[in-house]
């Protein structure tokens, strides 16, 4: 026989009280005598019974579902922000709902769930939710918040890193270490993200007079930077690469001193963008632009907290910085400080 969930119900019967005292007992701040809550709390003790949180919400209107809708969750950037946007949730005591966007289903499908759980927030770290639906979240007082994404005609807060200033850092960090042959590589996905890095170094190369070589293939993970490594070194005049991701430097990287046997970083220099764990690995020592994790999350927990619904995008652009590692020279000697 299928067992069935102790009910608030049962706890009354057990405590010898009514269903409205159990509720009071469990809900904070309600007034119940001491007597009645210490008998419910046996009571609740010995039946194993729990909070229906879901019943609760539909009742209150209030939930403490938070939604996070992501895909490729195997990434490590987006892995990493997962675990921090989850452990802020619990210090908020929110409860996570992660749906996975990549799993064969479409955003409207999903944002039509995240309206049925009337969760209190949608955190979007991927893909584009359909504009209708971003309003009727509006309409319905559903606070969305856009990561690393473009808000759909002013709806939706936004918080995305400085992608453009950090395409710019990697092209003058390139450059003032002497290379001169540079390129940029990107995934044919074409995201936001990826996109204002390549034009914010593509801008930043252009200024001192350089041209940059323009790799898009793949879907943007390791295997772009493998494919990446093979395409310049056939063509044998790049000697400076900003690649987009981590992920896309560390292919490039390893296919480069692994498979072709080029001196990373007197052949060829390598920047990437994300600085993940990987990264800082002895192994690769990466040079890298780090978009700090801390920050977003922080942005995110400041919206959460404001008690007022915007209905006009509020943008936070999130600062990024240069982390130089080993797979750089270092500054050539026109541009050292005397």
Wanted: hydrophobic share 40%.
């Amino acid at each position: 026989m299928k067992k069935k969930f102790v009910t608030s119900a049962d706890v009354a019967k057990r405590a010898g009280v009514s269903r409205s005292a159990v509720s009071r007992v469990f809900t904070p701040g309600a007034y119940v005598s001491s007597e009645v809550r210490e008998r419910v709390l046996l009571a609740a003790e010995e039946l194993g019974y729990r909070i229906n949180r879901l019943a609760k919400s539909l009742l209150t209107a209030q939930s403490s579902l938070v939604a996070i809708v992501a895909s490729r969750l195997s990434e490590p950037f987006i892995a990493a922000q997962i675990d921090a946007l989850t452990a802020m949730l619990a210090s908020l005591d929110l409860q996570p709902l992660l749906l996975n966007s990549g799993a064969k289903r479409d955003m409207t499908s999903i944002m039509k769930l995240v309206l049925e759980y009337r969760v209190k927030a949608v955190i979007i770290l991927s893909g584009a939710p359909p504009e209708e639906l971003v309003e009727q979240c509006v309409t319905s007082q559903q606070r969305t918040i856009l990561i690393n994404r473009e808000s759909i005609n002013g709806k939706g807060d936004v918080i995305r890193t400085d992608d453009h200033a950090g395409g710019g850092l990697a092209a003058r960090h390139l450059i003032e270490a002497g290379y001169r042959n540079l390129a940029v590589v990107r995934g044919a996905s074409n995201t936001p993200s990826q996109r204002r890095r390549a034009e914010g170094f593509i801008e930043a190369a252009t200024k001192d007079g350089i041209a940059v070589w323009h790799w898009q293939a793949g879907e943007g993970g390791y295997k772009s930077g493998c494919d990446a490594a093979y395409a310049f070194r056939a063509n044998g005049e790049v000697s400076g690469v900003f690649c987009t991701t981590d992920r896309i430097a560390l292919g490039f990287l390893n296919t480069s001193r692994f498979e072709l046997g080029l001196d990373v970083p007197k052949e060829i220099g390598i920047v990437g963008f994300d600085d993940i764990e990987e990264a800082g690995w002895p192994s690769h020592a990466l040079t890298t632009i780090r978009q700090p994790v801390s920050s977003i999350v922080n942005a995110v927990e400041a919206i959460l907290l404001s008690d007022e619904l915007r209905t006009l995008a509020q943008h936070q652009i999130v600062p990024v910085e240069l982390i130089r590692r080993q797979t750089t020279l270092s500054l050539s000697p026109s541009h050292q400080c005397a």
